[in-house]
């Protein structure tokens, strides 16, 4: 690339731009510019040129279009190389432009603020801008791209380096992180404007990803990974707070995130707590006393709870954090934690200590990435009351039985299928997830139960993600003791599961809502 001699200049974000200015003003680099840019130029008392004076036509249509002029994208597209594009250029009076500082209109900035009206919305998404970087990066041959301040310190060692120039090498990298900006942009508009206009599924899908952190590692010492945030106008779950302890890892995202899920996805007046290992739930209960809470769902499976991430939906006070501190946990995730209580977590120098903001629940989607190809659905936001259970047999739950169901159904919605959850007074017995058959993971659920819970398992209540195929999963939890079932229905073979409640004395409620965890 020969000397850079001319450089158009519009930017939102001012940073450091003096900086640049002044490393260009050394080599006599010509600058043309827009607007609020030509005026902070001129007014640091560098040279500049209008850009309504380069091109020759005015700024119209309240500044819509000022640089989508053939002065400006010739300058930027001709390929000097070619003949044929020179002798257009000279032709139609357009002078090559070789370096191109450019950040867009802060779309993202007031789609963050919330409170925006739709039409200035719309006045915040730029044209001029996206369209001047695609030019100069689809031409980095010849053009110099940056589309934020965070690229001038590199580029500025490379104009010293190459004397007035850019390296093919520092412009092709230029080239791709503007596309990815521009790409990231234009999906930021396409989905606000598609959930404007209430419309959940396109044919062609862009997701928003933000990188927050690149981490140690992946699920495996051998696999990257990076956390990015998906953004939108709603704050989610990367809206977090470390307080203390390592830095998190994949895995410690995974669970934490689970947990996080679980916790918030009751009644907002009850205190849950939940212990979290491999991405399931090991145990979980729900109490007025936020301690109680705690140890409750310790004693669900206080073996498995080793190395966890325990999750609160209220604040950590003393008295919690001095039994948190008892028991090796990766993770601690909470709203608050008191000054008392992170004083007793430090302790624990290793332990990652989480608060987090709560999300409102709003319309969002779960995404699944596999390779070349990603799935896209609904969040599950299911949550039932007592008015959509359907009693299906003789024996009618009781209050209390009702309660525990409704709960075990919550909990039983957040474990990997198949899944059985094994509840009493608010509190996992026993759990069994992700086996390959339905009575497996019943026969885990047990087992835990009358491991830890040989006495409190008779009369309890057990929640089951999906229908039972067959009457075998359901007779395990009678003969441990199991009261009342809660379960979708929908079996060709229902009936045969009814008549075995029923010989059993024991209720059944459908619901009629499957919630598979894959």
Request: aromatic share 8%; with cysteine.
């Amino acid at each position: 690339m020969n000397r850079i001699t001319k450089a158009l200049i519009s930017v939102s974000d001012k940073t450091n731009l003096e900086t640049v200015l002044g490393e260009l003003k050394k080599l006599n680099v010509e600058i043309i510019s827009t607007g609020g840019t030509f005026k902070f130029i001129t007014d640091k008392g560098f040279e500049c040129t209008e850009i309504s004076q380069y091109t020759g036509s005015p700024e119209i249509l309240e500044g819509r279009v000022k640089t989508l002029h053939p002065k400006i994208h010739g300058g930027l597209l001709g390929d000097i190389d070619k003949k044929n594009h020179q002798d257009q250029m000279k032709e139609n009076q357009i002078s090559e432009i070789n370096l191109v500082i450019v950040n867009l209109y802060p779309f993202e900035n007031k789609l963050l603020e919330g409170d925006v009206s739709f039409e200035e919305m719309i006045e915040n998404i730029d044209i001029g801008g996206p369209s001047m970087l695609r030019s100069s990066s689809k031409n980095f041959k010849h053009v110099t791209v940056l589309p934020s301040p965070k690229y001038y310190d590199e580029f500025l060692k490379e104009f010293e380096q190459n004397k007035g120039s850019t390296s093919l090498e520092f412009r092709k990298k230029m080239s791709a992180i503007t596309f990815s900006e521009t790409a990231y942009y234009d999906s930021l508009i396409s989905n606000w404007m598609s959930e404007q206009n209430g419309i959940k599924f396109l044919d062609k899908k862009t997701i928003p990803g933000k990188i927050i952190q690149k981490l140690r590692y992946g699920e495996n010492p051998h696999q990257e990974s990076q956390v990015f945030e998906i953004v939108n106008d709603k704050k989610g779950f990367s809206n977090l707070n470390q307080i203390q302890g390592k830095e998190l890892s994949h895995n410690n995202y995974l669970d934490s995130f689970n947990a996080y899920s679980l916790v918030n996805d009751f009644d907002k007046q009850s205190k849950v707590c939940a212990i979290i290992k491999h991405n399931n739930p090991c145990g979980c209960a729900s109490d007025a006393n936020g301690l109680k809470a705690y140890l409750n769902a310790l004693s669900g499976d206080p073996t498995s709870a080793f190395g966890g991430v325990v999750a609160f939906n209220y604040s950590i006070n003393e008295g919690i954090a001095t039994e948190i501190v008892k028991t090796f946990y990766e993770v601690v995730l909470t709203p608050k934690v008191s000054d008392e209580a992170k004083k007793i977590l430090s302790s624990k120098k290793s332990l990652r200590v989480l608060e987090y903001e709560l999300v409102e629940s709003s319309p969002s989607f779960s995404v699944t990435f596999m390779q070349k190809t990603f799935l896209l659905q609904d969040e599950n936001f299911s949550s039932l009351t007592k008015k959509d259970l359907k009693i299906v047999t003789k024996a009618k739950p009781t209050e209390m039985e009702i309660d525990n169901l409704l709960f075990a159904n919550q909990v039983c919605k957040h474990v990997k299928s198949n899944a059985i959850v094994i509840t009493k007074e608010n509190k996992t017995l026993g759990v069994g997830a992700g086996q390959t058959s339905r009575v497996g993971s019943a026969e885990i659920a047990c087992k835990n139960a009358l491991k830890f819970f040989p006495k409190e398992i008779t009369g309890s209540s057990a929640a089951s993600d999906a229908f039972f195929p067959f009457a075998d999963g359901l007779e395990n939890l009678i003969q441990a003791g199991v009261k009342s079932i809660i379960q979708p229905g929908g079996s060709i073979r229902d009936q045969e599961v009814i008549d075995a409640a029923d010989k059993a004395g024991i209720s059944m409620v459908f619901t009629g809502i499957r919630n598979f965890k894959h």
